[in-house]
T-cell receptor
Framework: GAGVSQTPSNKVTEKGKYVELRCDPISGHTALYWYRQSLGQGPEFLIYFQGTGAADDSGLPNDRFFAVRPEGSVSTLKIQRTERGDSAVYLC????????????FGPGTRLTVL | RKEVEQDPGPFNVPEGATVAFNCTYSNSASQSFFWYRQDCRKEPKLLMSVYSSGNEDGRFTAQLNRASQYISLLIRDSKLSDSATYLCVVTLYNAGNMLTFGGGTRLMVKP
């Protein structure tokens, strides 16, 4: 079956612009996670959805970052007033129910802020 | 101090060698433990779970020492295809299963 997909695969933007990153989880997976991976580091947790609701957004770095999952499937990560420090690979993962189920990662969106 | 610490490497080993990676975690409430593999410019993929009793999967053996808060991965008979970054991962009890990653250890297996 289809895995987690993310679009776009690459996004180049200018400082101060607004960007949206999309994640399509595996069909039927109720749990969805966003992580951010900077060069040479491991992924860092941003936000976790269970169904439509954000169950844990403690990893969002500041209020420029926001994510939604209105129908409990596709999720969009939104970044306002982008800064050069936002440049990273943004990874999305989904799991069947979110408890101890394996998380399957998408290929990521590489964001570059000039 | 990072929650999960790993030696970044790189570990350069010849084919057929045995190599071991270590990882320490700081939160004693950590509940589940994993090793993930990440190829260059690819997403992380689960390699194996880690249990106190040890876990073996072919050439790979993982071990957990809860008292020392220490996790290990042993790779026997290294193959060229084992070249990758190995990420040590923990989850906290009742934390929605969010994964906390170490910085990764890079392995390069040479012919």
């Amino acid at each position: 079956g289809a895995g987690v997909s993310q679009t776009p695969s690459n996004k180049v933007t200018e400082k101060g612009k607004y960007v949206e990153l999309r994640c399509d989880p595996i069909s039927g997976h109720t749990a969805l996670y966003w992580y951010r991976q900077s060069l040479g580091q491991g992924p860092e947790f941003l936000i976790y959805f269970q169904g439509t609701g954000a169950a844990d957004d403690s990893g969002l770095p500041n209020d420029r970052f926001f994510a939604v999952r209105p129908e409990g499937s596709v999720s969009t990560l939104k970044i306002q007033r982008t800064e050069r420090g936002d440049s990273a690979v943004y990874l999305c993962a989904s799991s069947l129910s979110g408890s101890q189920d394996e998380q399957f990662f998408g290929p990521g969106t590489r964001l570059t802020v000039l | 101090r990072k929650e999960v610490e790993q030696d970044p490497g790189p570990f350069n080993v010849p084919e057929g060698a045995t190599v071991a990676f270590n990882c320490t975690y700081s939160n004693s409430a950590s509940q589940s433990f994993f090793w993930y593999r990440q190829d260059c410019r690819k997403e992380p993929k689960l390699l194996m779970s880690v249990y106190s009793s040890g876990n073996e999967d072919g050439r790979f053996t993982a071990q957990l020492n809860r008292a020392s808060q220490y996790i290990s991965l042993l790779i026997r008979d290294s193959k060229l295809s084992d070249s990758a970054t190995y990420l040590c991962v923990v989850t906290l009890y009742n934390a929605g299963n969010m994964l906390t990653f170490g910085g990764g250890t890079r392995l390069m297996v040479k012919p």
